[in-house]
């Protein structure tokens, strides 16, 4: 299995447009953040986690020009928007994309991209070829490939994380049951979102990712959804043994 960090950044990324703060005028790729996303590829099925705002330079970035299957976390903007160039994929390789979701996702999705039901568009293939699946909190399979959801409060919306094999993505969570984390065992790779420094409403922050994370124990953390408020070299550096930030581009075979 080989997982690709596809966007570190929060719903604005980073930098920050029109912003002059020390992580937005940083020269150092490590601070240059696109919106959230990863692949994995596994068993030959290759998964892509939220087809964020930035999907078309995230695919041409990483060489990636196919996908089997896409898992949803939820639907806001910053996870969805780059949905429409799915298109591309379905068109090169004359396929359907398997979407995965759970019912809040999954129906705001539909409500979002109303036009990839017109009959009269997809049949001049103006549209990605994509098919809805709605998903429960209980594990399913992609071809050979069991995925576990992972329930996750992100202020009062319901979300999922997700476990593959040995590795698991949660973003956009503010809140994780024991029950849930009990499904994190054993893992070689968690990803997990820690949004800045100071707290926040539907967001964990750093100090609250790095707790979940030294529940669940897993050989290495990377942490996603950052903020400009975070500089990488200077954050990193404070960090316990196992946790680092992420950042766009970054690579694991598991
Ligand atoms: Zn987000
Ligand atoms: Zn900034
Ligand atoms: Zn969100």
């Known amino acids: 299995?080989?997982?690709?960090?596809?966007?570190?950044g929060t719903s604005q990324g980073v930098p920050v447009i029109g912003c002059k703060c020390e992580t937005c005028l940083s020269s150092n790729s490590k601070d240059k953040r696109l919106r959230?996303?990863?692949?994995?590829?596994?068993?030959g099925m290759k998964i892509l986690i939220d087809t964020s705002i930035d999907f078309r330079q995230q695919m041409l970035?990483?060489?990636?020009?196919?996908i089997d299957a896409v898992l949803y976390t939820h639907h806001h903007v910053d996870h969805i928007n780059g949905m429409d160039d799915l298109r591309q994929i379905t068109q090169k390789h004359n396929k359907v994309i398997e979407l995965y979701g759970n019912k809040t996702t999954m129906d705001e999705l539909k409500v979002t991209f109303r036009y990839v039901f017109d009959a009269e568009l997809i049949r001049h293939h103006a549209v990605p070829l994509v098919h809805f699946n709605y998903i429960e909190n209980k594990e399913f399979y992609l071809g050979d490939v069991k995925v576990i959801p992972v329930e996750c409060l992100h202020g009062n919306l319901k979300i999922f994380g997700y476990r593959i094999e040995n590795f698991a993505y949660i973003t956009d969570c503010s809140k994780i049951t024991d029950e849930e984390i009990q499904k994190l065992q054993g893992l070689k790779v968690l990803v997990i979102n820690a949004l800045r420094i100071r707290p926040h409403p539907t967001h964990f922050n750093l100090q609250q990712a790095i707790e979940v994370a030294l529940k669940v124990k897993p050989k290495r953390t990377y942490l996603t959804h950052l903020t400009h408020d975070i500089l990488h070299d200077k954050i990193n550096s404070t960090l316990p043994k196992g946790i680092e930030l992420g950042y766009d581009g970054i690579e694991f075979n598991l």
């Open 36 to 43: 959230t996303s990863a692949f994995v590829n596994v068993n």
């Open 61 to 66: 970035k990483n060489k990636i020009d196919d």
């Open 1 to 8: 299995m080989k997982v690709t960090i596809l966007g570190t």
